[in-house]
């Protein structure tokens, strides 16, 4: 049995090119969705599977980061006077969930390098990596599957999405091996391999990577080996693709746990936009006045020309 896994590793330290110029000062992991940045989700998704210890990869924006996860006094003195508990909870409830820890990538010289600096603080036991921009929706637990996994199987596991094949070049594709170890969980598979943003016609599976990892330790001594890949940048990629050949003796050995839940991807502008009414309709508090205000909208033939009425506020 491998021991329990406590620590999970959030990388926030990408340029965020796809989300320019939000992204110019603030980090994508800090952009609201709804009324929460992305990084908070993250966090309540570690901590819901088990994950109390994180540690945040940072980079040049880090400030607004550290500072959500930090008390803010005089805000909070101003609610308490105010009497307003409902919005004291929301601004206390960041600081609350986790213990956080920062440290500084320095350069962006991509995922694998970023990962490798968490070295020191994860040690020598297995941990989650849980990418910012891919937000999975709470009532689809994938983390916790992933990690009960790890436990039962070792080396190392990543999460697999079924994509439509013109859409795989987008992503890691993964090429599936015969798997005896994992027969009747059908949603477990072996990896033989991996191909990052593969030309579709040649992508060895329709199953794309997603941003949540569960890792051997042996990763970071395969990461300090590994030569800077694709676009210049160390690949996480790269170094699952090494583990996936390395015997389970020596940490390795890389399976997929196959997700069919909901998956917003954030640093995307439109699919941002997408996770944004999506999670904004399906709340008690802002869903009823959206909805009938998109179905009013989308009746109108999406008419921009139209004036807006005056807000009513809350
Ligand atoms: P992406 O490949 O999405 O890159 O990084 P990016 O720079 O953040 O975004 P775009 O594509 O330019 O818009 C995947 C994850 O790895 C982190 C990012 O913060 C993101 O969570 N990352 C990437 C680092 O922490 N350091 C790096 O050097 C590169």
Same mark, same amino acid.
């Given at each position: 049995?491998? !021991?329990?896994?406590?620590?999970?590793?959030?990388?926030?330290?990408?340029?965020?090119?796809?989300?320019?110029? #939000?992204?110019?000062?603030?980090?994508?992991?800090?952009?609201?969705?709804?009324?929460?940045?992305?990084?908070?989700? @993250? =966090?309540?998704?570690?901590?819901?599977?088990?994950?109390?210890?994180?540690?945040? @990869?940072?980079?040049?924006?880090?400030?607004?980061?550290?500072?959500? $996860?930090?008390?803010?006094?005089?805000?909070?003195?101003?609610? !308490?006077?105010?009497?307003?508990?409902?919005?004291?909870?929301?601004?206390?409830?960041?600081?609350?969930?986790?213990?956080?820890? $920062?440290?500084?990538?320095?350069?962006?010289?991509?995922?694998?390098? #970023?990962? %490798?600096?968490?070295?020191?603080?994860?040690?020598?036991?297995? $941990?989650?990596?849980?990418?910012?921009?891919?937000?999975?929706?709470?009532?689809?637990?994938?983390?916790?599957?992933?990690?009960?996994?790890?436990?039962?199987?070792?080396?190392?596991?990543?999460?697999?999405?079924?994509?439509?094949?013109?859409?795989?070049?987008?992503?890691?594709?993964?090429?599936?091996?015969?798997?005896?170890?994992?027969?009747?969980?059908?949603?477990?598979? *072996?990896? #033989?391999?991996?191909?990052?943003?593969?030309?579709?016609?040649?992508?060895?599976?329709?199953?794309?990577?997603?941003?949540?990892?569960?890792? &051997?330790?042996?990763?970071?001594?395969?990461?300090?080996?590994?030569?800077?890949?694709?676009?210049? !940048?160390?690949?996480?990629?790269?170094? %699952?693709?090494?583990?996936?050949?390395?015997?389970?003796?020596?940490?390795?050995?890389?399976?997929?746990?196959?997700?069919?839940?909901?998956?917003?991807?954030?640093?995307?502008?439109?699919?941002?936009?997408?996770?944004? =009414?999506?999670?904004? &309709?399906?709340?008690?508090?802002?869903?009823?006045?959206?909805?009938?205000? %998109?179905?009013?909208?989308?009746?109108?033939? $999406?008419?921009? !020309?139209?004036?807006?009425? #005056?807000?009513?506020? *809350?």
């Amino acid at each position: 049995m491998t !021991e329990a896994i406590r620590k999970a590793v959030i990388p926030v330290a990408g340029m965020g090119t796809r989300f320019l110029p #939000a992204t110019k000062t603030t980090p994508k992991e800090m952009l609201p969705v709804v009324d929460r940045p992305a990084i908070e989700y @993250v =966090v309540e998704e570690a901590v819901s599977a088990g994950l109390t210890d994180v540690l945040m @990869v940072t980079g040049r924006t880090k400030r607004t980061l550290e500072d959500h $996860f930090d008390r803010v006094p005089e805000l909070e003195a101003a609610l !308490e006077a105010k009497g307003d508990d409902a919005r004291l909870a929301l601004v206390r409830r960041a600081t609350e969930l986790a213990q956080v820890h $920062f440290v500084r990538q320095g350069e962006a010289r991509g995922l694998g390098h #970023a990962v %490798l600096c968490a070295k020191g603080h994860v040690g020598d036991e297995p $941990f989650a990596v849980l990418l910012g921009d891919d937000l999975i929706d709470e009532r689809d637990p994938l983390l916790q599957r992933m990690v009960a996994v790890q436990a039962q199987h070792g080396g190392s596991v990543v999460a697999l999405l079924e994509v439509p094949r013109d859409q795989v070049g987008l992503y890691g594709c993964a090429e599936l091996a015969q798997d005896d170890a994992t027969a009747g969980q059908e949603d477990v598979v *072996r990896l #033989a391999g991996m191909v990052e943003k593969p030309d579709p016609a040649d992508a060895p599976s329709n199953l794309a990577i997603i941003g949540r990892y569960v890792l &051997s330790p042996a990763v970071f001594e395969v990461l300090e080996r590994t030569p800077p890949g694709r676009g210049g !940048e160390i690949q996480l990629t790269d170094a %699952l693709q090494t583990l996936a050949g390395t015997s389970p003796e020596q940490g390795g050995g890389v399976r997929g746990v196959v997700f069919r839940g909901r998956r917003y991807d954030t640093g995307d502008k439109l699919d941002y936009l997408k996770a944004v =009414v999506r999670l904004a &309709s399906g709340r008690e508090d802002l869903g009823p006045g959206l909805r009938e205000w %998109l179905a009013e909208w989308v009746a109108s033939g $999406f008419d921009t !020309e139209a004036p807006t009425h #005056a807000p009513v506020r *809350r």
